[in-house]
């Protein structure tokens, strides 16, 4: 089953704020922050545009709850996430292709 939800990190060009975000359109969020649509965001702000930590789920409640236990975890804390799955902090927008469907 392809993945409905997914939870994610953004970070800037040297790594100095990390945004943790829940989305059911991954590809339209990303192109969103990269765009800066809403240029009050708090990513548009930060340059948040680097995709650097994801993790997919079949609902959006799963992911939703996901999201609020890693937002109350510390810097340090996703830092090792990001770390374990991409150690060189490689934008991973790329990754996500075999999982976005063409549209009709």
Excluded at 15 to 26: D, K, R
Excluded at 39 to 66: D, H, M, P
Excluded at 88 to 94: A, T
């Amino acid at each position: 089953m392809l993945p409905s939800a997914w939870v994610y990190f953004l970070t800037n060009r040297h790594h100095t704020t990390l945004y943790t975000a829940v989305s059911t359109n991954i590809s339209t969020r990303l192109w969103e922050h990269k765009s800066k649509q809403n240029k009050k965001s708090f990513s548009a702000k930060y340059n948040l545009n680097k995709l650097v930590y994801i993790e997919a789920f079949e609902t959006l409640v799963e992911a939703i709850k996901r999201e609020k236990y890693l937002k109350g975890k510390s810097r340090a804390f996703k830092e090792a996430l990001i770390r374990k799955t991409n150690p060189d902090w490689n934008d991973l927008e790329h990754s996500l292709k075999p999982f976005i469907l063409p549209v009709e």
